[in-house]
């Protein structure tokens, strides 16, 4: 459970590019215990053939306060929806239609992240291919170039905000309309890494596209 992260918008877990939500999290906002939760997902789980159970309940174990480890289920959209079936009057249909949404919105951005993922070797071989005697740095300066037109601040800035460790990506605390804006950006810096050498006149090319991209999302 330590190296799942929930997503700050929202709310959700990831694992291998599939949103999840934990009985811990279903016990709270149902209002429920979380040994109640977890005797009714066993007994879900023992009603559904073996193949759905697996696929959509995972049984994790977590540090509660005083350093013991605790029993959680991590869940799919389809597995709570089984789960939440139970639920019943007004205020848990608006639970449920919460949690729907806010795992539909999530699968829209982990697709949307992995696009943005799937730029990095054509955006990685123009860095290399730009320089004769290509650096580390000569990335990592035209990463956090792009972090900067589109975030307004370097990625380490983000990382502290979050308490991230040294390295780890700050893609998954993103929203859409960055991660599209990074996108954007990436794939334009290909085609400048070639026909620009100049990393001052690539970064005002760059900026003046972002420019032009947010006044042309206004005026939609």
């Known amino acids: ?5 929930a997503h700050p918008d929202y709310q959700l877990y990831e694992r291998k590019g599939e949103p999840l939500c934990s009985s811990l999290q279903v016990a709270e906002t149902f209002g429920k215990r979380h040994d109640d939760v977890l005797k009714k997902i066993r007994l879900t789980r023992e009603d559904c053939s073996a193949e759905f159970g697996l696929r959509n309940f995972a049984e994790m174990f977590y540090n509660d306060g005083y350093q013991r480890k605790q029993p959680l289920f991590l869940m799919t959209k389809d597995g709570f929806a089984i789960l939440a079936m139970s639920f019943t009057g007004k205020k848990a249909m608006a639970f449920k239609e919460g949690y729907i949404r806010r795992f539909n919105e999530m699968e829209a ?4 992240l992995a696009a943005v993922r799937d730029e990095h070797p054509a955006f990685t071989d123009a860095v290399l291919l730009a320089h004769e005697e290509p650096k580390f740095y ?3 300066n035209e990463t956090d170039m792009i972090n900067r037109i ?3 601040r370097p990625a380490k800035a983000v990382r502290e905000e979050y308490g991230l460790p040294k390295g780890q990506s700050i893609r998954p605390y993103l929203n859409d309309k960055q ?3 990074i996108k954007a950006l990436q794939m334009a810096d290909v085609g400048l890494l070639a026909t620009i ?3 001052s006149a690539r970064k005002s090319a760059l900026e003046a596209l972002h420019c032009k991209r947010a006044a ?3 005026a939609a």
């Open 1 to 5: 459970m330590h190296n799942l992260i």
């Open 109 to 112: 951005y982990i697709k949307s």
């Open 138 to 140: 000569h990335f990592a």
């Open 150 to 152: 589109v975030l307004g």
């Open 179 to 181: 991660l599209a804006d």
């Open 197 to 199: 050498p100049d990393f």
């Open 216 to 218: 042309r999302l206004l």
